[in-house]
């Protein structure tokens, strides 16, 4: 009976002390996060992984984060997305690293040619084998997560060689495809992506390299009407987050933004919008007046022969980083072939 009874205490103590953590964590004070980035509010990656992102934090926190959505450009320009984490113009962001070449060396290695070929699990690799060097490289912000899309040349005339991009005017994704279009003879054009259009319009740009979606989401599909079959490139992304906001957070609102900053929410954002790139590839086919390029077997040994120099470059600039460039790169294929991503 005795027993019984301090059974019974110890079960109201711990519906108590549920019930007492329940109840802070429901009177967590609401905080807003404004969350900016550069693409249309439209764009498949806003419906893919911005707002289902959103949406689950706000309901996790139980309404306490309220996520705001600033897309477009609205506070500020697309290269300066990291600095308007780390200064507070926004609370979270979406960065596009390679828009700033050299500043972060590491990540970097996302973008080399023809390393990654799927977004999904491509993703999930990267943001594995990045997390032991985002403390130091992106020490001024709290790093969410990382991700990737997939890319190739789209251009106003067939690309199957390398020795064809010498004398071209090519806008490059990022600063590691410059360093190759520059290693292959082509002049860059240094434009973001919703700049892009307006470059390939004015005969700035020949051609560009991009995802496959994206180029009908931008209207890019107008300029160029060529577009080369195989998996050139890859650009990396990373969310972002202030840290004197996230420090200031609740313990229960911290949890969440953890929970939502994991290896799990990289996958799946990196692969709910590389499929929906992929996806464009078909689209254009269809199209009138376009042509998907066909890439043989031998041509691409020849691409990727191109550029072996690429490689040795990032792993120079990742020793200098204060890292073992090599042993890094080795670390990465490893885990991509690990997750059956690799190229």
Known sequence: MKSRFHSSLRAVAAAALMLGALGAQAQDKPVEMKFAHWLPASHPLAKLGFEPWAKSVEAASKGSIKVALFPAQQLGKAADHYDMARDGIAEMTWVNPGYQAGRFPMIAAGELPFLIAKPGPGSAALDQWYRQ??????????????????????????????????????????????????????????????????????????????????????????????????????????????????????????????????????????????????????????????????????????????????????????????NKGQAALDDLRKELANRKAGN
């Open 133 to 322: 060097y985002a403390a130091t490289e992106m020490k001024d912000v709290k790093f969410c997560f990382a991700h990737v899309h997939i890319g190739t040349f789209h251009a106003k005339k067939p690309i199957t060689e390398p020795g064809q991009l010498k004398g071209m005017k090519i806008r490059s994704a990022n600063g590691t495809v410059a360093q190759t279009m520059t290693l292959l003879g082509a002049t860059n054009v240094q434009v973001s992506a919703p700049e892009a259009r307006d470059a390939l319009d004015k005969g700035v740009a020949d051609a560009i390299t991009f995802p496959w979606n994206s180029i009908v989401s931008f209207g890019i599909d107008k300029a160029v009407k060529f577009h080369s079959d195989m998996r050139f490139y890859a650009s990396d992304f990373v969310w972002v987050l202030n840290k004197p906001w996230y420090d200031k957070l609740a313990a229960g609102q911290k949890k969440v933004i953890d929970d939502h900053c994991n290896n799990e929410w990289a996958g799946k954002v990196g692969g709910a919008w590389g499929d929906e790139e992929d996806s464009g590839q078909a689209k254009l086919e269809k199209t009138a007046g376009h042509t998907i390029v066909p890439i043989s077997a031998a041509q691409l040994d020849v691409w990727k022969k191109a550029v072996d120099p690429v490689y040795a470059q990032w792993v120079k600039a990742a020793d200098a980083a204060g």
